[in-house]
Every structure is written in C-alpha cells, then in structure tokens.
C-alpha cells in the first residue's frame, strides 16, 4: 500500500537567536538541532548541540558524572575516525578538504602519530608530541560528539587530497602486530603492504614507510609527500622518486617480476634510515596487547511473569578505561557473546551460563568507527562502523584481532553526527543488510536514507529500499524478511516499523534543513510512499530500535515470532501482524520489563535458546546506565500475553496465549478502542488528528458493540463500526485469565487494508 501526504514546505519555528544562529529545540527523539540561519552561513553549527546536549537531564533517569571526567581510554594502535587535518579543533559539519572522511589514525611511539587517507592512499599528517585528541568526539563524549579527531602536538608535514588517489586504488585493511600497525592496499591489483614508523637522529626527526610491493606486470605510481622531498632505501628490486611541477613527490616502480622492498621517508628532515624490516613478517600475528581478562557477576531477575531480566554485568572498571556502551552484539556457535562499544571496542564475554556467576570479558579490537551492527558469520566477527564492515581474523587464536580486513567500504562518511550506521544483518544466501542515516545528511549523498545490502563476498553493495530518517534498527528474518524502523521527525511523524519490500520508498525524503534540499526536489514531500506495518505513539516508543526474529524454541513465544526494541523507553514489544491481500500491517504489545539501558539490539543465543539485548545511553532516553546488556529469560510459566491481531471489516479480533475469564471478555466495558491519524510534513513531528474530522486534533472513540469469545477461550472478536485504514488505533483491555492473572494491557497497531 501507498500513502500519500501532501502539505506546504514547513516553515522551520525559530526559538530563539544568537549571533545570527537559530536554534532549535524539539523535545521528541533526542533530535536537538543547531543550525546556522542559512540565509546567512548555510551550514550547520554543531558545538551548540553538544552545549545544549551537556546541560540536558532527562526526566526520569538518574544523573551521571559526566563523561569528560572519566580517566583516559587506551585508543589501541590504531583509530579508525574523520580526522581533522586542520591546526585547531573543528565541529563536525560540511565537508572540506581539512576533514579526512575515512582516516585511520596510527600511533608511532609513545609521542607521534599520522593519519593514513585509507580512500586516497596517502598519508594525511604526521605529527609529534602525542597521538590524537578525542576529548569531543563520541568515542569520549555523548553519542552527538560533535568533533573529530584531530593531532596533538606539533604538526611535522600534511598532504592534501588533491590527486592523490592512485589508479585502481583499493584499501584491503590493517594488520597489528605489538605496536606495529601494517597497512595493506593495492593499486591496479597488485598488492602492497605498507609500514609507518618513526626515526630520529641527532634531534631530528622523519617520519618513514617500508613497502613491500608484490609483482606486478605494470608500471606504479603512488603519492608519497608533498614539498619535503624524501630519501629512499632499496632492498631489492627497482623504484625511484620523481617531483613534479606543484612539489608532489611520487614513487615510480617500473614492472617487475618478484617482490620489491624499500624504504623512504615522508616528512620531516632527512636522516640516515635505519635498515628496513619486512612488513610481512607482521602480518601472522603478534603477542597479545589485553592479556588481562575482567570478570564481573551477573545477577538474576525475579519478575513474577513468564519473563525476567537477567543482567550481565558489565566490566565497566578495566585496565584500559574502555567505557562500554553496548552498541550491538551477537554469538558464536559455542555461545560466547561478542559486543561492541560506541568507543569503537569489541569484546567476547564467555562463562554465559544459567547462574552468571562468573563472565570473562576478553578485549577482542579496538579502534572502529561508531560500531553500531555486529554480526558473527561462521564464528568470524563482522563490525559496521560508519565507514566500512570490517572483519576481523584472529590469525593466531589469542583472543585478539591481528587483521582488521576492510570488507565493504562503498558508503560515503558524511561529517555531521548525526550521520549514522546501524545494525548488521545477513539472510539465507549470506547478504549484508544494513541502514544509514537520512537525518542532517546532504540528500544529494548517494545511498544515504537507506536501507543497503552488501554481497556475502563483500564486492558489492547495492541501495534495497529508501526513504528512512534516522532507523536505529532493523531485521531479517530466517525466511529473508526485511523490517526496519524509522524515529519521529522531519516527515516522519511518528515511530514506527515498516515490512520492507525491495525497491520500496518509507517517507523520509531528506532533511528540509539543508540548503540543498529544495534543489534534490521540492516536491519529495508529495510522493508516494509504502505504509508501514504499524505506527506507535511517542508515549508508548520515542525511539525506536531494531527487530528481532525468535529463532528459539526455548523461549515461550513460537519461531518465527517477531519482537521490536525501544531504545528510548528500554522496553521490548511483541509485533503481531498480518497479511490483507499482499499487504502488511500489524500491531505491537509492550512486555511488562524494563531494562537498564537504551536496548537497540538483540540475538538469541545459540546455545540456551533465550534473548540477549544490549543497548547504551548516547541519545534521549529514559536510561539509567551508559550500557547494558541483559538476557530475557523464559520462565516456563503461562504467557499472559496477545499473540495474534487481525483486522475484521466490523471489527478486531485478538488472541491470547492462555484461555481467558469468559465473563469479563465478553464484558464490552472492559474494553476501550480509539484511533486518530498523523500528518506528514515537512515540520518535526505530528500531534494526533481526527480521523471523522481531519481539521481537528484529537482521538477518534471507536464504541465496542460486542465481544465475542471463541470457543477455546483464547480469542476475542470486538464488534465494532465497520472500520477503514487509519493510521494510529489503541486498544485497551482489562481482562483475567481463566486462571485469574490481571491482564491490564494496551495494543498500539495500524489497518493499511480490511478484508
């Protein structure tokens, strides 16, 4: 089904001004914007978001020290992050060449560093006097860190992107080795690896690369400096260095049967070089870097229901300050858990068992970009960050990663925080799925606002569906089916979880803020767009997470049964839904739990069959950790729940998981049923508008002529005034089971069709 909503292009509501910004502030999902006037800059201004951001409290969650005050986080050797290759700090904005969209930056020593441009092979800067300042970015700071990262110290040479990028360049990924970082790429197919070091000599410093070069049955050409001609070392096999007219300095290696190796300097004065080391020999696997494992004590939930909330404590004290916002998780075949951390850690927690007496936490990786999806294929570790899917090998079984394969890294990193990667999925012929952020994002930014699918071998991506703001979360299912869910905002006027469909279009047509906007098209408000399978009111999910299929027989609900996380309100739903002719549409129930954290992500764990989510505190939300990851945990006893919804032309009919009281369900003042419409525009959000008046705001009452129950006691058939497609219907109940549990409940759905 398409629905189509038309209105004038929203006129943005200023609050206040200061020094010719408008800032605004919308107390919905967390999205509180700061933007230049742009009649005047026309471009964003961030650090007024993190002001805002730092002075905000939630209502309801417990205050916290804030984040600039935790001790420094061990980086690891390297970082993968927007580097910016300016002087001084900068807040994450437009584009401009300073900024090195995807930059690893790599620490040399203990008091040097340089950022390798993994897109145009070149080293960005190299610099002395520590490695990089993080102190505002998310990977210290709140998830809306409006920095990137950038040098400290003294600043010893820098490139620009200027043509730089070899022909056929591609980026293949990181080795670490101890301290040693090897980068390895290729250029026109013939594979490079590439050692960054540092070299003193009487007071003066260079900074070097050691290349080993494999075969090649052509000429290369690489960029290797700028104004600071270099001095070079060969090993074997032949190259030389050519200048040309703008002082760029190029490395030429001429055809060549068998491996070459050399060495040159890049920045800095000129120094004898010290003999060079193949960069292979690093590339097996070196000694462990975190040897010391952290065990924590789980402890058990004791709600009185089918379900309870068991929580796995978290190390949140450990030897290297790693703060751990659960940012998504899976397992391995043999039921550890793998977890990454917005800081950009992965970690393997093992000793998962009924007590949880006692968790070891291994640290795995670190220095991933805002991993935000993390999925195990074949006990391998796959991570989304924003700038790639990287896969990580531990070559030599230490519980370490020793190569950080860069998988896919097809999407383009946008400079705005809000710029967002999330989850990491696979169907049955072993496909990535994905989605990226459409909020504050240049529309004209190709895949942006969509749902992505990558090829299992990594060679391809390709866009699936379109149309998303800000989808913190989505799915697929064992029979390949795709869910994703969308946060309130600009054309989206409330959460909601929409059944994708390939090629599909969900609403969001891009952020009427940017200046390019009405330039991508002005009319994007007017299209068509697929309905989703159900709305949800704020009150009910501010912030929506990803969906999780049950893929357990163990757990109470049956496989194949669909859940959805609430990252705002730390809640878990149940989604019933149906399908009216080809059409989807459902509704959802919000179990009676509460968790610690923002749950955004969950899997089922192979070996006990129960359901591990994890989450953290970054955005709004009614959180009271930073993170958390928990187990809901089957009890065993009656599930006092609905299971089923579907929409009758006269009227709702629900199941039940148990019989119920037959004299209160056929009570109709035991039940209560409203519906009401949103509007789509171009302004943040909707309020609730009648469906019999559409001029007026309000809900709609839907009277209950009678309710019927079936014969098994399980089903409730409402009678009700011959019902159409609306957007948004509530139906309260207050009933017992046949075994006199209270069932005090509310179901939230959509009816995009009726039989």
Known sequence: MRTTASSKFGLINKLTHHDGFTIRRRNFTGCYCAWMDIRKMKTFLFPVVAGLLAQMTVAGAEAKPKPAGRPPMDLGPAVSFIFNNAPTN???????????????????????????????????????GGFIDVRKSSIVASAQGSSPVFPIGTKVFSTSPSGAKPAGAKYKGHYLHGDQVVLSYSIDGTDILD???????????????????????????????????????????????????????????????????????????????????????????????????????????????????DTLALPETNPWNSWMRISALDFFNDGRCAVSTLSGDVWIV???????????????????????????????????????ITR??????????????????????????????????????????FVADGNMVDPFLPYHGSVLKVSADGSKMEEFARGFRAA?????????????????????????????????????????????????DK?????????????????????????????????????????H?????????????????????????????????????????????????????????????????????????????????????????????????????RDVANYGVAQWNYLRTSIYGSDSWSVADPKKKGEDEVAVKSAKLSADGRTVFLETQPLQPVMQMRVKYSLETADGALLNQEIFNTINRVK
């Open 392 to 433: 990580l090998r531990d070559f030599n079984g230490d519980g370490e990663a020793d190569f950080y394969e860069s998988f896919n890294s097809d999407l383009d990193v946008y400079p705005t925080y809000h710029a967002f990667i999330f989850d990491l999925h696979t169907d049955t012929a072993g496909n990535f799925y």
């Open 195 to 309: 050692l960054p070091g540092i070299e003193t000599e009487n007071g003066v410093t260079a900074f070097t690369r050691t290349l080993r070069i494999n075969p090649s049955d052509k000429p290369l050409e690489l960029f290797v400096s700028e104004n600071s001609p270099p001095s070079l070392t060969v090993v074997s096999g032949g190259a030389g260095i050519e200048t040309d007219a703008n002082g760029r300095t190029l490395l030429k290696i001429p055809k060549h049967d068998r491996p070459v190796l050399l060495k040159l300097s890049v920045g800095g004065e000129t120094v004898a070089l010290t003999a060079p080391v193949d960069p292979e020999q690093f590339t097996q696997g070196g000694s462990a870097r975190w040897t010391t494992p952290v065990t924590t004590q789980g402890k058990l939930g004791n709600e009185p229901g089918a379900y309870v909330v």
């Open 523 to 563: 009319e994007r408000h007017t299209e068509q767009y697929d309905a989703p399978l159900c709305w949800i009111p704020m009150n009910a999910d501010n912030s929506s997470g990803s969906q999780i299929w049950v893929t357990s027989d163990q757990w109470g609900l049956p496989r194949g049964s669909l859940l």
């Open 90 to 128: 900068r807040a994450l904005g437009m584009p401009d060449e300073r900024l090195v969209l995807k930059a690893l930056s790599i620490r040399l020593g203990t008091n040097a560093g340089v950022a390798f441009d993994t897109e145009r092979l070149r080293y960005a800067a190299g610099w002395t």
């Open 472 to 520: 913190n979360g989505m799915s697929v299912g064992p029979n390949n089916e795709v869910t994703c869910s969308d946060n309130q905002g600009h054309w989206t006027p409330s959460s909601k979880i929409s059944w994708i469909e390939h090629g599909g279009y969900y609403g969001y047509g891009g952020d009427p803020r940017q200046p390019k906007f009405a330039a991508f």
């Open 565 to 665: 996380t609430s990252y705002g309100k730390c809640t878990l739903f149940s989604v019933m839904y149906e399908d009216v002719g080809g059409q989807k549409q459902g509704g959802v129930w919000q179990f009676p739990l509460k968790f610690s954290s923002g749950i955004m992500r969950g899997r089922f764990n192979p070996k006990d069959g129960q359901l591990y989510v994890g989450g953290l505190k970054g955005w709004q939300t009614v959180a009271r950790e930073d993170g958390a990851l928990q187990r809901v945990r089957y009890t065993g006893k009656p599930l006092q729940q609905p299971v089923a919804l579907h929409i009758r032309t006269n009227g709702v009919e629900i199941t039940f998981a148990t019989p119920l009281n037959p004299a209160l369900a």
């Open 350 to 388: 093992s000793g998962i068992d009924a007590g949880l007496q006692k968790l070891t936490w291994k640290r795995f990786a670190t220095g991933l970009y805002e991993p935000l999806g993390l999925k195990i294929v074949n006990d391998t570790v796959h991570v989304l960050g924003r700038d790639r």
